[in-house]
């Protein structure tokens, strides 16, 4: 699998899944670009990744909370000549808890936060993809598109818009040779995982060693995923080898979804 010429745009990337996932492109032969809000923390992962191919990794600093600023960003990157063949669209969740408490702010930005910043990239970089001969877009959500997870109510419904925007994409680009598909991590150990049971902890006084236990139960490989596993199949996603895989979501949980 050979990704040498191609570039990607990987969001989240300075940890957890997005790195990661970059640090696997990067070795594949792919030229990064890493999106996060922490410029400093982007200057160091960019020195980390593989040159092997003698790429020229770079980044973007950019605040997910802030939609047009991204545009703008995004926009001008675009317009001084660059161009991307990969997106992977990543982003942290909201914070969690039971929908009937959730405020109509934390529906509204973590719109803007997945669904609305997920589209300002896409219109930004469709058409040096079509233009490239060469477009992947894979978004990383959760596999609560496919069963909804307690205690996530916000979550749980901006993910599902998330996957029904990815399912129209794919059937509108797919004409262009750009997949859209989305891949479903089940419970990983990111920060992500740690600030979901340190918030259950607070509530229930089980120490967090015996949540993330809980949860390892709930699979059938009794265990939690290690970011690379969710990595390996996003960047599969993002290779020729998945030329004529479009419009799917794929659960990486282990087995842990009961739906098919």
């Given at each position: 699998?050979?990704?040498k ?18 640090k696997?492109l ?9 999106v ?21 990794h770079?980044?973007l ?26 997106l ?9 808890g ?6 109509i ?6 719109f803007?936060?997945?669904l ?6 896409v ?9 490239s ?23 749980n419904?901006i993910?599902g ?29 990111t920060?992500?995982l740690?600030?979901?049971a ?6 229930t ?8 236990d ?9 265990r ?6 969710v ?23 282990g ?6």
């Amino acid at each position: 699998m050979s990704l040498k010429n191609k570039t990607a745009v990987v969001c989240g990337s300075t940890q957890g899944i997005g790195w990661e996932t970059a640090k696997l492109l990067a070795d594949k032969g792919a030229t990064l670009v890493l999106v996060a809000r922490n410029e400093g923390a982007l200057k160091e992962r960019v020195n980390e990744l593989s040159a092997s191919e003698g790429q020229k990794h770079s980044y973007l600093a950019a605040d997910f909370s802030k939609p047009e600023e991204l545009k703008t960003i995004v926009e001008n990157w675009v317009a001084a000549g660059n161009h991307a063949n990969i997106l992977v669209n990543n982003t942290g969740g909201p914070k969690g808890g039971p929908i009937i408490d959730a405020a109509i702010e934390e529906f509204t930005s973590t719109f803007n936060q997945h669904l609305i910043c997920n589209h300002i990239l896409v219109q930004a970089l469709y058409k040096g993809m079509v233009e490239s001969g060469y477009g992947r877009i894979i978004n990383v959500i959760s596999t609560s598109v496919k069963q909804p997870l307690s205690n996530l109510g916000v979550s749980n419904t901006i993910r599902g818009a998330v996957a029904n925007w990815s399912k129209t994409l794919a059937n509108e680009l797919g004409q262009y040779g750009i997949t859209v598909n989305n891949v479903l991590p089940g419970a990983t150990n990111t920060g992500r995982l740690q600030s979901i049971a340190e918030a259950k902890s607070s509530k229930t006084g089980e120490t967090t060693t015996e949540i993330f236990d809980e949860m390892a139960k709930e699979s059938p490989m009794k265990r939690i995923a290690e970011p690379i596993e969710v990595a390996n199949a996003i960047v599969f996603l993002a290779s020729p080898e998945a030329s004529y895989i479009n419009g799917i979501n794929v659960p990486v949980d282990g087995g842990r979804t009961k739906s098919l």
